[in-house]
């Protein structure tokens, strides 16, 4: 009989604008928790990416997870007018690294629509890459 594993696909870590003591800041501290919770693999985003600079929360996302054989990243996106995040190189990391990507428009002011979002989408659609959008 196979055992069955959980995969948690909203892990974060890095430190917060408001730090409050159950927020985990680090691979030693999201790995401890996923083993008392039973969870064998996580999906991980930056805090960095999502409140303060994508770029750089996703270089330190990638650094902080190197090595890791039980957690995947979650790069955070921009949408494609801003040259920060393209499309492409965003998708060929995930396939790279078995990842995904985040979207946070409302907090990084950006629309979902075609005119703002249509080539990111149409990007990640074609590579097959999990896209998670914070509404």
């Known amino acids: ?13 890095g430190t917060w604008a408001n730090p409050r003591p159950e927020h985990i800041t680090d691979v030693a501290g999201l790995l401890s928790t996923l083993d008392k919770a039973g969870i064998a693999r996580a999906l991980v985003h930056h805090s960095f990416a999502w409140q303060w600079d994508a ?3 996703n270089r330190a996302l990638r650094a902080e997870l190197a090595g890791q054989d039980r957690l ?3 790069f955070t ?15 060929d990391l995930c396939l790279e690294l078995h ?4 979207a946070f428009p409302r907090d990084h002011q950006w629309r ?3 005119w703002c979002a249509e ?16 509404l």
């Open 1 to 13: 009989m196979n055992k069955l594993e959980f995969f948690d696909c909203n892990a974060r870590i």
């Open 55 to 57: 770029v750089e929360g």
């Open 72 to 74: 995947y990243p979650c």
């Open 77 to 91: 996106a921009l949408p494609p007018a801003t040259g920060e995040t393209p499309p492409d190189e965003l998708a």
């Open 99 to 102: 990842g995904a990507v985040r």
């Open 112 to 114: 979902l629509a075609p």
């Open 119 to 134: 080539d990111l989408f149409a990007v990640l659609t074609g590579a097959s890459v999990p896209l998670f959008v914070e």
